[in-house]
T-cell receptor
Framework: DQQVKQNSPSLSVQEGRISILNCDYTNSMFDYFLWYKKYPAEGPTFLISISSIKDKNEDGRFTVFLNKSAKHLSLHIVPSQPGDSAVYFCAASVYSGAGSYQLTFGKGTKLSVIP | DADVTQTPRNRITKTGKRIMLECSQTKGHDRMYWYRQDPGLGLRLIYYSFDVKDINKGEISDGYSVSRQAQAKFSLSLESAIPNQTALYFC?????????????FGSGTQLSVL
């Protein structure tokens, strides 16, 4: 059963416009939600995160919104730039005992920003 | 130099061969992980290690084994490779910072099993 879902495999956006990447989850015990960005031939890199007790976190052009009642989060990129073209993974963290947290990743959404 | 280094970057092998993928890190992190990425399936955890004496199975450990030779080194082995193990493999490290623990990934090893 997939606990973290990214239902859009790909998204195309015009440069300068807003990109909205969505993520749904099923486990209400998730403590933190993280977004990772992956360029071709590179490993994923951390982008932004949000605690389950918050509803918004902003870092420059990137904002993540969390709607706990809907078990839904979204990543907004404003304005979108060609360098934002990458695969974005949504991930969720849950306590798994002995001081450790288990991270579950979604399948990823490929964002293409068109100049 | 990269903080998390994976070798080799690419490998083609035949069914039944033994393969080892290596990972070394200079970040000084205790925690190390091996993930696998398949198209349309995202990242799935194979094995993880919280220190040199600690090895844990992840979501998809069957057909794989690992060795934590030192704090900085974590290798993944396929004892007898099969075609459905063709995938992109990532090593990652982290510091135990709680629920917001961030992973630092290597650049990946593309493995093809023919």
């Amino acid at each position: 059963d997939q606990q973290v879902k990214q239902n859009s495999p790909s998204l195309s956006v015009q440069e300068g416009r807003i990109s909205i990447l969505n993520c749904d989850y099923t486990n209400s015990m998730f403590d933190y939600f993280l977004w990772y960005k992956k360029y071709p031939a590179e490993g994923p890199t951390f982008l932004i995160s949000i605690s389950s007790i918050k509803d918004k976190n902003e870092d420059g052009r990137f904002t993540v919104f969390l709607n706990k009642s809907a078990k839904h989060l979204s990543l907004h990129i404003v304005p979108s730039q060609p360098g934002d073209s990458a695969v974005y993974f949504c991930a969720a963290s849950v306590y798994s005992g002995a001081g450790s947290y288990q991270l579950t990743f979604g399948k990823g959404t490929k964002l293409s920003v068109i100049p | 130099d990269a903080d998390v280094t994976q070798t080799p970057r690419n490998r083609i092998t035949k069914t039944g061969k033994r393969i080892m993928l290596e990972c070394s890190q200079t970040k000084g992190h205790d925690r190390m992980y091996w993930y696998r990425q398949d198209p349309g399936l995202g990242l799935r955890l194979i094995y993880y290690s919280f220190d040199v004496k600690d090895i844990n199975k992840g979501e998809i450990s069957d057909g794989y084994s690992v060795s934590r030779q030192a704090q900085a080194k974590f290798s993944l082995s396929l004892e007898s490779a099969i075609p459905n193990q063709t995938a992109l493999y990532f090593c990652a490290t982290s510091d135990p910072t709680g629920a917001n623990e961030k992973l630092f990934f290597g650049s990946g090893t593309q493995l093809s099993v023919l």
